[in-house]
């Protein structure tokens, strides 16, 4: 679980998503560009290559919009050996949505990047249970602010342990 215990309490908070990786923003031309935002922090930080970025588009043109795996979220991912350099996560938020698909719009998109086929699986299944309740998702879109989604999360995740 997302927070079970304080050594598990700051897994996905503070080694995951962070509060640099966290960003709100009204609206994006499209669902590349929401890609390219959503992962600049990680690029930033050397957590992640360009090539990355590139290769989840590229899945995305390939196979559809698959990464969009609850109403109003998509979680885009690539292989790690297409330019991951260390497990992250980061997380954009929109005031409008995107659309990845005709019915699909999406205004939080989750990037993670895995260095390997394991390791991440557990901060996804956390999330995922976070993000499985449509009030809770509307609740982080409706958040002005990086520490209001870290807050909201926190407490989802807290919750689903009770």
């Not at 050397?46 to 970025?53: S, V």
């Not at 993670?112 to 982080?140: M, R």
Request: hydrophobic share 40%; charged share 20%.
């Amino acid at each position: 679980m997302l927070y079970s215990n304080e050594r598990r309490n700051d897994k996905l908070h503070t080694e995951l998503l962070q509060s640099e990786t966290i960003q709100i923003t009204n609206e994006v031309a499209n669902w590349q560009d929401a890609i390219r935002i959503a992962a600049s922090p990680l690029l930033q930080q050397n957590k992640i290559e360009k090539r990355y970025i590139q290769a989840m588009i590229d899945s995305i043109e390939q196979h559809g919009p698959y990464v969009v795996l609850t109403p109003k979220v998509a979680i885009p991912h690539a292989r790690p050996s297409d330019g991951v350099n260390e497990l992250s996560m980061s997380l954009l938020v929109l005031q409008k949505p995107v659309y990845f698909g005709p019915d699909k719009p999406v205004y939080v998109i989750i990037i993670l990047a895995a260095t390997d086929h394991s390791t991440h699986l557990q901060a996804l299944v956390d999330l995922t249970q976070v993000l499985q309740e449509p009030s809770q998702i509307d609740n982080i879109i409706g958040c002005k602010r990086a520490k209001c989604v870290m807050d909201k999360i926190k407490q989802y995740a807290t919750k689903e342990q009770l």
